[in-house]
């Protein structure tokens, strides 16, 4: 239970992670993982007190809220859901090693889904064994954003001046 001053007041958390590991040979490694933070139940100044426990597995597993959840949660997931997707590949030469890596991070069931491929970190990352050359390591990082909630979206987006607002997203920019 989070017990800060927050704006929705006792609110859950639940965090976890889950990570493989593969060598396809002595050199070259992959790993793929995902990370999930699920924010929810507590009391929120506009809607009142939100679902409790009888949410925590729809929040855990990402899925749309019930019936006693606000209008939001029921469209697109239960409680808040934060999380990354996470894909590495290393090669190991003699001389250095590459790792290419991708780190997916999304807010909402789209991003849960993937339908907002291919918005990420995308990265390379070079690493001399020489430990003493003048360079040592170079890094090379890519963010694209552009996709946010795949091709086409709508989501209830609400303020505290209108919590029933609508947004619209018709068509994927180019």
Known sequence: MLIDKQFVTNAHLHHKYLYFRGLLSPALSVSLGLEHFAFWGGYSPIY?????????????????????????????????????????????W???STTFYWNHPFEDRSGIELANLPD???????????????????????????????????????????????????QKRR
């Open 94 to 96: 003699k001389t250095m």
């Open 48 to 92: 009142g007190q939100l679902p409790g426990w009888n949410q925590y597995f729809r929040s855990v597993f990402g899925l749309a809220g019930g019936k006693d959840a606000p209008h939001y949660d029921q469209t697109n997931g239960a409680g808040n859901q934060l999380g990354s997707y996470n894909l590495e590949v290393k090669k190991d």
């Open 120 to 170: 990420g970190l995308w990265g390379i990352y070079l690493k001399t064994k020489d430990r003493l050359s003048f360079i040592t390591d170079i890094v090379y990082e890519y963010m694209y954003t552009l996709n946010q909630s795949g091709a086409i979206a709508t989501h209830l987006a609400p303020t505290p001046e209108d919590p029933n607002r609508m947004t619209y997203r018709l």
